[in-house]
């Protein structure tokens, strides 16, 4: 049986620049671009050119893409031709092969918002949309608060739709404009277009996250006989963001009910670049990536509960709906206060350490795995220093050098222009073998900006290790969490580090004192520690 | 037309512990209980006691709640009696009224992972619920992998289930444990188990959030006829979280097809407290709360889209689905300050000032607030801190002392006898009229234990403040609670300082900075000035 094609419509670029807090360059659109159509993507909704000047210039600077690159803009305005409407030409000059334009289809909008009659509107977007065929673009358009208006006024809804069709329109999306039309309805009324006369094979579906069922509504959609769907990378977009395209598209390609029906587009070899897309995305953010995020979440796979653990163990589809490999994520499974020797050798095994049952070591790092998260660690997470841990009991960690002393000094004072400035320095000493090294740093970023006590300790740790200097050069703090784990003046500080070298891998790393900086510094020191043994470095 | 009544059951103490990094102590189990209780929850699900000691104590220290109270645990095992299960024991002996235990209802689990007979399976939860009815318990069955045993084999499936039911369960709760079963699937499997004769107001449904549905799925079931909905506060829980109550509620309260319907036994007033509980929940485990959250989210009705913003000041509901006081929650508007202002007239007068309307100070202060806000400073909780911005302001506020400088020095070193020590020194210089005073502590708690930069500080700064040192002396720090509000090696550090002085009063303090010392020193700052306020000192 042949399958029924089933577009997908980016649009991280256009609504997922609404987001709170984000706002893209030019390069970062292109660099998101790239990733989006590597992904096999149908269409990429790259801006709104006219409407701001990263949009426009992102047009200008498009990459070459087997995906169809798409403006956006809005229908004509009343009053003028579409040829004569200045707004609509500046998304036409974009040059784009396909052009999505936002229309109205709400009775209650048109009157209230536009303030025009709703006959009028039936020929703006007939106009609109004649006019970008017959310059021989593909058009699309996005039939915004359309859930709410076939409500209101169903019969005026569906002469929206038709208007956007008759004048040859390739795709109508019926948008959740307010995120607040929940699944089942969705399903029904995407039942009642294409009963209306619009195929299932014209029509897409673009949701919002404001009840929490962004990817169930557009699921809906499909399921009623929508063949486009509209969403976002990692579910950006205002509010509550868009439908989350990384949680949709590998529902679509696993699950058999669709998986039997659809095709994407979308290869189980592009489907393996998944999780590193998402994260990609969070990088250029300068966001923490959700560990929770379905599919490709760092928790997505982590399994803590005792029982399930070691279900887990025996078969993995106990306790996973998909292998995490088809989506380029991991499994987990924590060392958390239940786990047993098996979990434990199963998480050395994936450290590269393959101890056999009963060895005795196994007992201890047991034990004090328990005594340290007793004193407030927490191996969750800082999967590193876990194996820092246990490489220390089993006699498999070289002794590569010895920190003898610390000093950091926070100062804040004026400076010569009178402004009050804070200055942070460390100084560290190790010995290497026979021979002991002094580093002093600052903590100043490039912008002259003081970044306080822990970066000064990581530069001056990671400044000369002598013969380790070249395999430590490439590490980079990545994060870096506080969590305090009693409270009061008794306050226990731990701390988790996320390092990164330049080979893209990522690891954590925890330390445990009352005082912040000691906490700090021992995670540094497992951080450059585990990067050692990573790089087979040798003691002196 | 009367009602359904619809059950909300919790399980943040219980499925939400499996969350990823997170360990609740039992003082935070109690809190999280109460404002579960206060919310209008039905059921609290505690935890399983002899599993592990917090949950244990948890149950021993159980608040007294409208919520019925509810202990987890597993089936009885084959080879003994429910009476002669010690793992059964230890689960009634919590005394809770209600008890829930989860057993097998999928095939393959009964013979792989508990490598027993079908039949003895369906004996074990027939003589398991029958005893915990018997202890004039009500019992609550969740059907592990129920949907996916279902799909296996759907006679036997059935079969558990009515085992338990005829066993006199009050419940049975169909679990999604994958998480993988899609919302259509659970509608329509629903829909065959009403129809095999276990009726709605039995019916229960537990999903998690693997590919993005757990809220949807559970709205599933609900439209299905199951009248009880398993779920946690914010989503957390194993992997990708369970449903998450905190969206499920709003969407059950609000929306016609269900407020119409069904009754959750929630208040408007309860609703109008969801933000704040949601937020609370994130601050006791020292989390960010997620900003794109459906309706408690920070940015839930954040309009950024020009568009979108001129036409919610026509009319909210254009862009709007819920109004969003409804839960607590506000609507941010760039340029907005009509309803700024009368907010922040309520909270000055709450700190005792009182604000004409229409003051240019208020423009400055909500201003300020804005500004700071957006550099990572949170006001929600450090009252005292907001306090001294307006008063600052407002020209309400003496110049007490200055702070010409600190320096705080942390050292770590072998001590005399050998060991690795680590000592905090710390030197404030303030001016207090024309004399400058130089005072230095170091941070040795009475064990002569470090306790860290912060506390060398804090003693140092209150050591010698000259005409104010009456006012400070009986000052104690409580609390200290540190948050990253910006990932990477840009992270910007937020400390909350709780103070608390002889009379018991209690007040909150905030600083921001890169530096995290610096960060403390501010906050504590504002904790020493915001005393010198209170006890009425003159400036020198």
Same mark, same amino acid.
């Given at each position: ?19 709170? #807090? !984000? ?16 992904? #096999? ?16 210039? +992102? +047009? ?36 784009? @092969? ?24 039936? *020929? ?21 608060? +359309? ?17 956007? %069709? ?30 209306? #006369? ?5 029509? @897409? ?67 393996? *670049? ?51 490999? !088809? ?35 196994? #007992? /201890? ?6 005594? %340290? ?60 073998? @026979?021979?002991?090294?002094?580093? !002093? ?31 430590? *050069? *490439? ?7 506080? %969590? ?34 000691? /906490?700090? +510094? ?19």
């Amino acid at each position: 049986m042949s399958k029924d094609r089933l577009y997908l419509f980016d649009t991280t670029l256009r609504d997922g620049q609404q987001t709170q #807090g !984000v706002q893209f360059s030019t390069a970062e659109k292109v660099q998101i671009a790239r990733a989006l159509d590597a992904l #096999g993507i149908d269409y990429i909704e790259g801006g709104w050119p006219g409407a701001n000047p990263t949009d426009s210039a +992102f +047009f200008d600077a498009a990459p070459k893409t087997n995906a169809r690159m798409t403006a956006f803009g809005m229908t004509k305005r009343s009053g003028r031709s579409a040829e004569n409407d200045d707004v609509l030409a500046a998304v036409l000059n974009a040059g784009t @092969g396909t052009v999505c334009l936002v229309g109205k289809s709400h009775d209650y909008h048109v009157t209230k918002a536009l303030g025009i009659s709703l006959d009028e509107n039936l *020929d703006n977007l007939a106009a609109s949309f004649a006019h970008i065929v017959a310059q021989g673009r593909e058009a699309i358009f996005d039939a915004e608060h +359309f859930f709410d208006g076939y409500k209101a006024n169903p019969d005026y809804a569906l002469q929206c739709l038709h208007a956007a %069709r008759d004048a040859g329109c390739r795709w109508i999306v019926l948008c959740d404009t307010n995120g607040g039309t929940l699944p089942d309805e969705i399903g029904r009324i995407t039942r009642a277009v294409i009963d209306s #006369g619009i195929p299932g094979s014209h029509l @897409g579906i673009h949701t919002h996250n404001d009840t929490g069922n962004a990817v169930a509504g557009s699921l809906a959609a499909v399921d009623a006989g929508a063949r486009h769907v509209q969403g976002t990378l990692n579910g950006l977009g205002e509010r509550c963001g868009n439908a989350n395209l990384v949680s949709l598209i590998p529902t679509l390609l696993l699950k058999p009910q669709y998986a039997d029906t659809l095709d994407t587009g979308i290869s189980p070899e592009s489907l393996r *670049d998944l999780t590193r897309i998402s994260r990609q995305l969070d990088d250029i953010l300068n966001r923490v990536p959700v560990k929770t995020a379905p599919y490709v979440g760092a928790s997505a796979f982590a399994h803590k509960a005792g029982l399930h653990a070691s279900a887990i163990l025996k078969d993995p589809a106990t306790y996973e709906h998909v292998d995490p490999s !088809v989506v380029g994520n991991e499994r987990i499974i924590p060392m958390s206060n239940q786990a047993g020797q098996s979990n434990l050798r199963k998480r050395l095994g994936e450290a590269g350490l393959e101890v056999e049952p009963g060895t005795p070591a196994l #007992g /201890a790092i047991l034990n004090q795995i328990k005594e %340290r998260e007793a004193q407030g660690y927490s191996y969750d997470t800082a999967q590193a220093s876990f194996e820092l841990l246990a490489r220390r009991e089993l006699g498999l960690l070289p002794e590569f050098f010895e920190v003898k002393r610390y000093r950091v000094t926070i100062e804040r004072r004026k400076n010569k222009r009178n402004q009050m400035v804070t200055l942070s320095e460390a100084v560290v000493v190790v010995k290497i073998g @026979g021979e002991k090294k002094l580093s !002093v740093s600052e903590s100043m970023d490039a912008s002259g900006q003081d970044r306080g006590p822990v970066n000064a300790l990581a530069n001056a740790l990671a400044k000369d290790l002598g013969p380790y200097q070249k395999f430590i *050069d *490439d590490i980079k703090l990545v994060d870096f969490k506080v %969590r305090i784990t009693q409270g009061g003046t008794e306050a226990v500080t731990r701390v988790i580090i996320d390092s990164e070298d330049s080979s893209g891998r990522r690891w954590s790393t925890v330390g445990v004192s009352p005082n912040i900086v000691d /906490a700090s +510094f021992e995670a540094l020191l497992d951080a450059v520690t585990w990067k050692l043994v990573r790089e087979g470095a040798k003691a002196p």
